[in-house]
């Protein structure tokens, strides 16, 4: 008789999660699993809440004054807004690429030795060394920068730019990492090197994206969830989702009747 395959846990699940600005709710009742080593697109008008609870799995959020936040959101088992965690540690954990490149007004080099530096993850330069070229090749840059190491990362291209944002990130060995429209500043051959750049760092990350481009997030996601007016309409394979989407708000978006 054959075993059923043993049931993975999922890298993130949220329960009930609701977010509020002040008194306006932001989120309503998010009830979400995302699995380890696949990218999640979010998708959803502007103002749907998919930055919220992108947000949310790093506790950005907490630096939000009025912002509060209610339910569980649970990463590798745990609570993250549990009293007892701390949100810097779980930050070191959970890499964040932004929609405009932001790399450091430093060198290129010291973009990607930042992170490890203050962690203490190497014991000495040619570890860091070694790290930093690891990092800049997985971010598929190395090629392209190693005999600019000492000149500032301002000083490249707005794709390479994004790329060493994204080497940055990995540097520190996150488990997930989480992307908010990190394409929308890009021109085409930059955003394909960067779609790219993520379809080979799924078998090492758990990546969550927000993006605006249906075409991309068909692309480059594995799952897709639907946003519209801060809750969670619909959650599932991308395939489906643009194929045969249950909802009709859900086809109307992706087909392009609003948003």
């Known amino acids: 008789m054959q075993m059923p395959a043993p ?23 998010i009830d979400i699993d995302i699995e ?11 103002g749907c809440g998919k930055s919220t609870f992108l947000r949310s799995i790093n506790r950005m959020n907490d630096t939000i004054d009025n912002c509060r936040v209610e339910g569980t959101l649970i990463i590798d088992g745990e609570n993250i807004y549990a009293p007892h965690q701390d949100p810097v540690q779980l930050r070191s954990r959970i890499g964040m690429v932004f929609q405009k490149p932001n790399p450091f007004p430093k060198s290129i080099y010291d973009n990607i030795a930042y992170g490890p530096r203050i962690h203490s993850l190497c014991d000495n330069k040619a570890d860091l060394d070694g790290l930093v070229e690891s990092s800049l090749s997985k ?12 000149e500032p990362g301002t000083s490249l291209s707005g794709g390479q730019q994004q790329r060493l944002c994204i080497a940055r990130t990995i540097a520190v060995n996150p488990d ?3 992307m908010d ?9 930059a955003t394909a090197k960067v ?24 692309r480059i996601s594995q799952k897709t969830a639907f946003f519209y007016m801060g809750k969670l309409l619909e959650f599932g394979d991308t395939s489906s989702i643009f194929t045969r989407p249950s909802l009709k708000q859900t086809q109307d978006y992706i087909t392009g009747r609003y948003g």
């Open 7 to 29: 049931q993975t846990l999922p890298k993130i699940s949220s329960r009930a999660l609701n977010v509020y600005y002040g008194a306006k709710q932001a989120l309503f009742n």
């Open 36 to 46: 380890s080593n696949a990218v999640t697109a979010l998708i959803g008008p502007s």
């Open 139 to 150: 971010a598929g840059l190395w090629n392209e920068v190693k005999d600019r190491l000492r």
């Open 176 to 178: 997930v990492i989480l």
């Open 181 to 189: 429209e990190p394409c929308s500043a890009l021109d085409p051959i």
């Open 195 to 218: 779609e790219q750049l993520i379809h080979e760092l799924q078998a090492h990350y758990t990546i969550v994206i927000v993006t605006h481009s249906m075409q991309q997030a068909a």
